[in-house]
């Protein structure tokens, strides 16, 4: 102890100023003083730390003991409890292993098939023994922090894509010429009846075509539908993807939001520097249709650098690599107490950038809300439902609310997921979610 008391004082002040450093570092160079509001409660941390470890050289031994013992009790707290929230995330991927089992003898039984249980990079390799053109989905969330000259928003253009599997074979898809989950003479129309956005159910996953949100809406309409969502988008992905392609024909936009996910979603894409440009610049534009080759080029080797990835098992690059840094910086614990409200304002300020946006285009702009399987397996929490609901009611948005309008209706909710398990939906909930949809906005 006699040691400890003797390094904390010097050692605390160099961590303090270390942590200020890093905090100076991030916010004024590598953000260029872009998210000085996001940084101010780190800088805050950091310069009490600093006083406070200058008061520890002046106070009495006894004193320094009982603080020295807090801090080593709090620390250990805080990495306990992070090494808890590990643990977690790695029990839920058992857990989902075990559920896909089940999907796999409940799928034999009822289909008498086998259930597709290969990698999408195993079912890439084989589908390219017979047509060497057809690529994977590479999600836009892949790039974050990549730091490449363009941020892609979409996958690779004209190809037949290999998508997902939870219904126990892999849906398949031709893509246009964007990279997007549409009929490619749907961009060449007079007039675009649905511009949609979101992610991984907006995208269609995990069913064929005529199945997907966009092609039910297609097909009720008779008209052309534009389909830009992508699996893994959160809302700021998906402003920057409405700036990007929208037309000047189009009529309804619809801003599809997932509850599982879109809200953390959006907590990683606003670390990203080109991503915030479409936060800070309500003129900042890449150019994407005009990038459609790079966009190709950077996603192919995308798929590549998974293939090369995949080839180190999970315990080489797990713990010792990304694991290890997030663990340290005790990331999981940080994500789960970043205050919500900060998120909500930053959803708030997306939707109403996006809402301008849609407005001078003179289109209609709608919120329509997703639940998601945990809403209707366990007690749910409706606070972030609420926060959501209010602020799209704030701006003036028409609020579409699935969960009233489908899912609650429904005498067994869970049955509109594949095999009342964890997933998207089953080919009748993306129906009864689209023909909710088209209810509520036709003319």
Same mark, same amino acid.
């Given at each position: 102890?006699?040691?400890l ?8 002040? %160099? !961590? /303090?100023?270390?942590?200020?450093? $890093?905090? *100076?570092?991030?916010?004024?160079i590598?953000?260029?003083? @872009?998210? &000085? ?31 020295i013992?807090? %801090? !080593? /009790?709090?620390?250990?707290?805080? $990495?306990? *409890?992070?090494?808890?929230l590990?643990?977690?995330?790695? @029990?839920? &991927? ?6 896909n089992?089940?999907?796999?003898q ?26 060497k ?14 730091? @490449? ?118 907590h ?39 293939k ?37 304002a ?72 594949p ?25």
């Amino acid at each position: 102890m006699n040691y400890l008391k003797k390094i904390f004082s010097p050692s605390l002040l %160099v !961590i /303090s100023f270390l942590l200020l450093i $890093y905090t *100076f570092y991030k916010s004024e160079i590598y953000w260029d003083g @872009n998210k &000085k509001d996001y940084y101010f409660s780190y800088y805050l941390i950091s310069l009490i730390l600093v006083f406070l470890s200058i008061i520890t050289f002046f106070i009495n031994h006894k004193v320094k003991q009982y603080l020295i013992i807090t %801090v !080593i /009790s709090t620390v250990t707290t805080l $990495y306990l *409890f992070e090494a808890y929230l590990l643990f977690k995330q790695q @029990n839920s &991927k058992g857990q989902l292993s075990i559920n896909n089992q089940n999907k796999e003898q409940i799928y034999e039984n009822i289909t008498g098939k086998k259930f597709d249980n290969r990698t999408r990079l195993e079912i890439l390799k084989d589908f390219r023994e017979i047509n060497k053109k057809i690529q994977v989905t590479v999600s836009p969330n892949n790039y974050v922090n990549e730091n @490449n000259a363009i941020f892609p928003l979409s996958g690779i253009s004209n190809s037949k894509t290999i998508f997902c599997n939870e219904n126990g074979f892999y849906t398949i898809y031709e893509s246009d010429r964007y990279g997007f989950n549409n009929p490619d003479d749907n961009w060449d129309a007079n007039e675009i009846e649905y511009f949609l956005v979101g992610d991984s159910f907006t995208h269609g996953a995990c069913v064929n075509a005529p199945n997907d949100i966009g092609s039910v809406l297609r097909n009720l309409s008779k008209k052309a539908v534009l389909n830009l969502g992508y699996s893994g988008n959160g809302p700021l992905i998906e402003l920057a993807t409405l700036r990007e392609y929208m037309k000047n024909n189009v009529k309804k936009v619809l801003w599809i939001y997932y509850e599982g996910n879109d809200l953390s979603g959006l907590h990683i894409e606003m670390t990203d520097k080109i991503l915030m440009k479409y936060y800070k610049d309500v003129t900042f534009t890449q150019d994407l249709k005009l990038k459609q080759k790079e966009i190709d080029n950077l996603a192919a080797s995308s798929i590549n650098r998974e293939k090369n990835e995949k080839k180190q098992s999970e315990s080489e690059r797990g713990f010792f690599g990304i694991e290890l840094i997030n663990f340290i910086k005790i990331t999981n614990l940080r994500v789960l107490i970043y205050p919500p409200p900060q998120l909500t304002a930053n959803l708030e300020k997306i939707l109403k950038i996006a809402k301008e946006l849609v407005n001078q285009n003179n289109s209609k702009l709608y919120f329509i809300y997703l639940p998601e399987y945990a809403r209707y397996k366990t007690n749910y929490d409706n606070t972030s439902y609420n926060l959501i609901k209010d602020i799209v009611n704030k701006l003036d948005i028409p609020f579409i609310d699935i969960p009233q309008e489908v899912f609650k209706k429904e005498k067994n909710p869970l049955n509109l997921f594949p095999f009342k398990m964890y997933g998207h939906y089953t080919i009748e909930g993306y129906k009864k979610v689209s023909e909710s949809i088209f209810n509520l906005t036709k003319d």
